[in-house]
């Protein structure tokens, strides 16, 4: 029984804090996470892309978390890249929001969220994601009336 | 024995089963799709230095992600948002507690569909000892002591620098000057 009971204390969680990171390799779309998980500006596929660019770097200049939604569906959120590792705000991630990248990394895995601590952006195709042509911009205001 | 035994199960047990904390949440909502209220007593902690070891200073001052460590069951949340309406994050607001044991009210996203848990908007934050819980909303007065050279009217985003010199350059939809042109002629 003894052996049984310590056994079980071996197999609970519960004292685990740090996690180890697993190098990766990963392509995808520098989002705004909290639009995008939450929906307060509409479905996923209108707050990514070119329609949501502006409000992308509001949120990111703002400190919401920037993430990376690989092909998948898979989003990392982004801790550092490169150098910087102002991860609420930080120049890097504003400069990158809703471009498409290749980031080499680690990641660590807790409590369901993947985080991603980016070494080294390898490959930066600026915006591809012309989601504008269906969605217009999200949200509307985003893109001041010119004529006002 | 016996209570060990039980305890011993319990602990596996534990992490499967969906905790409730709901309960005595006084979150306003948001009427966002998958919100669940929630108010749970955790440490705050800067989420680069629980995961990596890479620490810094009070937590980076509300430049790094900032995580809510639930004292209930270990589980490191993920806090996103604060409870201003205005693009603000929950980094500024939390980096004021740094390191200390709190209790947060807010709302929970839990998405089945985007396959997403332990994410959360921050509403307020109730210190050990206080009467009332401290609103999450200091965040764009925090933005606005950092960036004296940007005071005037209207919202934060649309003063902030660094916003308005990204979007001087490639524009709001981020493709350039010239398919901005070509959006507000068909557009407006």
Request: proline content about 3%; some cysteine; aromatic content about 8%.
């Amino acid at each position: 029984m003894r052996a049984f009971i310590a056994a079980a204390l071996l197999l609970a969680p519960m004292s685990v804090h740090a996690a180890d990171g697993t190098r990766v390799q990963v392509k995808g779309e520098i989002i705004d996470t909290w639009c995008y998980y939450s929906g307060v500006m509409g479905g996923p596929d209108a707050v990514v892309g070119s329609a949501h660019h502006t409000c992308a770097l509001w949120c990111s200049a703002g400190g919401i978390p920037v993430g990376l939604l690989a092909e998948d569906g898979t989003v990392y959120m982004v801790l550092k890249v490169g150098a910087d590792d102002a991860s609420a705000g930080g120049d890097t991630a504003l400069k990158l929001a809703a471009h498409t990248v290749e980031a080499d990394g680690m990641l660590y895995e807790r409590d369901g969220l993947n985080y991603l601590i980016v070494s080294e952006v390898t490959t930066d195709s600026d915006i591809v994601n012309r989601t504008h042509e269906d969605y217009g911009t999200i949200p509307a205001f985003a893109f001041p009336d010119p004529n006002k | 024995m016996k209570i060990a035994l039980s305890t011993a199960l319990a602990l596996i047990a534990a992490p499967l089963a969906a905790q409730d904390f709901s309960e005595g949440s006084k979150a306003r909502s948001w009427n966002l799709y998958a919100e669940v209220p929630a108010r749970f007593e955790a440490k705050v902690v800067d989420v680069t230095c629980e995961l990596t070891g890479n620490c810094v200073e009070d937590c980076g001052a509300g430049s790094r992600q900032m995580g809510l460590l639930r004292t209930a069951d270990d589980v490191l949340v993920l806090a996103m948002k604060n409870s201003q309406a205005n693009f603000m994050g929950a980094a500024r607001d939390l980096a004021l507690y740094c390191n200390q044991t709190v209790t947060v009210d807010g709302l929970m996203i839990e998405d089945e569909d985007l396959n997403v848990k332990n994410v959360f908007q921050v509403q307020t934050i109730l210190v050990d000892g206080a009467d009332k819980p401290a609103k999450a909303n200091k965040g764009s007065k925090l933005w606005a002591a950092d960036h004296p050279e940007a005071k005037g009217k209207g919202a934060w985003f649309r003063r902030d620098p660094r916003v308005k010199a990204i979007i001087a350059d490639e524009g709001y939809l981020g493709l350039g000057l010239e398919e901005d042109k070509t959006y507000a002629e068909e557009n407006f």
